[in-house]
């Protein structure tokens, strides 16, 4: 991806007919981008080495949009300080090794359960190369970029007229926030709260609309802009939460009584991902039952109880009111925990029609 010495550098992104090859050098936005890409550019090139060639220009072009409409939103707000301009490079630069640390694994696997998954695979668009679904899920989702790609090959279709609520296709450009213990607090305060969080995110509080009640327990982050820039501004908010480790920033707001309440922000779920987290708390109570001496994890973007790293059992959602249970039968095994009595308690939760079942 260097270019060689005495050659203009293009970085433009697939189908944009404007060329910073031929830009001017005057022009302060494309010297602003060119600047920052300069110093991104090897830090990508080195994560990009051990890619297969199948899948290089691919990612390439995907991380290269996505980072010039970043760029460009830093550019329509920083002003002349230098110093502003070097943080932001800084900034720019975590967010892309933060990003890109689990993306080449992911990216594979998700190919790979894209192909093994029932039912014929979708028609390639002309010129194209498979993987668009996940090109798509990149560019869109607000999750992490490891979240995007699974949901990428769980969703290969988008919405139509035929698409069950059931599996429907998520909503990039929105977050949902919810308080605990479901307390209401006043939209006007809630408002406050997000303001200071946007602030840290480098967003303004033109960028997103908060939609609820005036006195509510539940409100909507709607992002500004077409989809891929409500998404983008969607990803780069959810993202500043994160401080890494598992560890989260304080989201709390007043209440009337000026007491700190603690709320929640998430990306959307369909009924089915809402369905799988709630059958996979269940499931890892009734691990937890056989093996009390063991801390067991529960990670509910997968539906999947570990202890350690390693997966134990995951619930599979077969239906709208069906699902079963895949194991790691060497691990369940090395734990001593029984496969039938599991399953048969399980089963009767389900077809019980207990809560979330």
Same mark, same amino acid.
């Given at each position: 991806?260097?270019?060689?010495?005495?050659?203009?550098?293009?970085?433009?992104?697939?189908?944009?007919?404007?060329?910073?090859?031929?830009?001017?050098?005057?022009?302060?936005?494309?010297?602003?981008?060119?600047?920052?890409?300069?110093?991104?550019?090897?830090?990508?090139?080195?994560?990009?080495?051990?890619?297969?060639?199948?899948?290089?220009?691919?990612?390439?072009?995907?991380?290269?949009?996505?980072?010039?409409?970043?760029?460009?939103?830093?550019?329509?707000?920083?002003?002349?300080?230098?110093?502003?301009?070097?943080?932001?490079?800084?900034?720019?630069?975590?967010?892309?090794?933060?990003?890109?640390?689990?993306?080449?694994?992911?990216?594979?696997?998700?190919?790979?359960?894209?192909?093994?998954?029932?039912?014929?695979?979708?028609?390639?668009?002309?010129?194209?190369?498979?993987?668009?679904?996940?090109?798509?899920?990149?560019?869109? +989702?607000? &999750?992490? =970029?490891? %979240?995007?790609?699974?949901? !990428?090959?769980? /969703?290969?279709?988008?919405?139509? *007229?035929?698409?069950?609520?059931?599996?429907?296709?998520?909503?990039?450009?929105?977050?949902?926030?919810?308080?605990?213990?479901?307390?209401?607090?006043?939209?006007?305060?809630?408002?406050?709260?997000?303001?200071?969080?946007?602030?840290?995110?480098?967003?303004?509080?033109?960028?997103?609309?908060?939609?609820?009640?005036?006195?509510?327990?539940?409100?909507?982050?709607?992002?500004?802009?077409?989809?891929?820039?409500?998404?983008? +501004?969607? &990803?780069? =908010?959810? %993202?500043?939460?994160?401080? !890494?480790?598992? /560890?989260?920033?304080?989201?709390? *707001?007043?209440?009337?009584?000026?007491?700190?309440?603690?709320?929640?922000?998430?990306?959307?779920?369909?009924?089915?991902?809402?369905?799988?987290?709630?059958?996979?708390?269940?499931?890892?109570?009734?691990?937890?039952?056989?093996?009390?001496?063991?801390?067991?994890?529960?990670?509910?973007?997968?539906?999947?109880?570990?202890?350690?790293?390693?997966?134990?059992?995951?619930?599979?959602?077969?239906?709208?009111?069906?699902?079963?249970?895949?194991?790691?039968?060497?691990?369940?095994?090395?734990? !001593?925990?029984? /496969?039938?009595?599991?399953?048969?308690?399980?089963?009767?939760?389900?077809?019980?029609?207990?809560?979330?079942?």
């Amino acid at each position: 991806m260097s270019a060689k010495k005495g050659e203009q550098r293009s970085r433009s992104p697939p189908g944009n007919n404007k060329s910073n090859a031929t830009a001017s050098k005057d022009d302060p936005k494309d010297d602003g981008f060119a600047a920052i890409w300069d110093t991104v550019g090897p830090k990508l090139d080195n994560k990009l080495g051990d890619f297969a060639t199948g899948f290089k220009e691919e990612v390439k072009g995907v991380v290269n949009s996505m980072v010039k409409t970043h760029v460009e939103r830093l550019e329509k707000k920083i002003d002349s300080n230098q110093e502003h301009t070097n943080k932001s490079i800084k900034n720019l630069e975590k967010q892309m090794d933060d990003k890109f640390s689990d993306l080449e694994g992911n990216l594979l696997k998700a190919i790979q359960a894209s192909k093994d998954a029932p039912g014929p695979p979708p028609a390639p668009a002309p010129g194209g190369s498979s993987g668009g679904e996940v090109r798509q899920a990149l560019r869109s +989702s607000p &999750l992490s =970029f490891a %979240d995007a790609v699974v949901a !990428g090959a769980q /969703q290969s279709a988008g919405n139509d *007229v035929t698409t069950p609520n059931f599996n429907r296709k998520l909503n990039p450009t929105k977050l949902f926030c919810n308080l605990h213990d479901r307390v209401k607090v006043a939209k006007a305060k809630f408002e406050q709260a997000i303001s200071v969080l946007a602030g840290e995110a480098n967003l303004s509080d033109s960028d997103y609309k908060i939609i609820g009640e005036p006195l509510d327990n539940r409100f909507e982050l709607q992002f500004a802009g077409d989809n891929r820039m409500a998404s983008v +501004s969607a &990803l780069q =908010f959810y %993202d500043s939460l994160h401080l !890494g480790r598992g /560890q989260f920033k304080d989201q709390f *707001v007043l209440d009337d009584q000026s007491n700190q309440v603690k709320f929640y922000v998430n990306p959307d779920k369909n009924p089915c991902q809402m369905r799988r987290e709630i059958l996979a708390k269940h499931l890892r109570a009734i691990l937890a039952s056989k093996v009390a001496d063991k801390t067991l994890f529960l990670k509910k973007q997968t539906g999947s109880v570990l202890e350690g790293k390693r997966a134990i059992c995951s619930v599979i959602i077969t239906g709208p009111e069906s699902a079963r249970l895949e194991w790691c039968h060497p691990k369940r095994i090395e734990m !001593g925990i029984e /496969q039938v009595p599991v399953e048969q308690e399980f089963s009767a939760f389900v077809i019980g029609g207990g809560p979330g079942s």
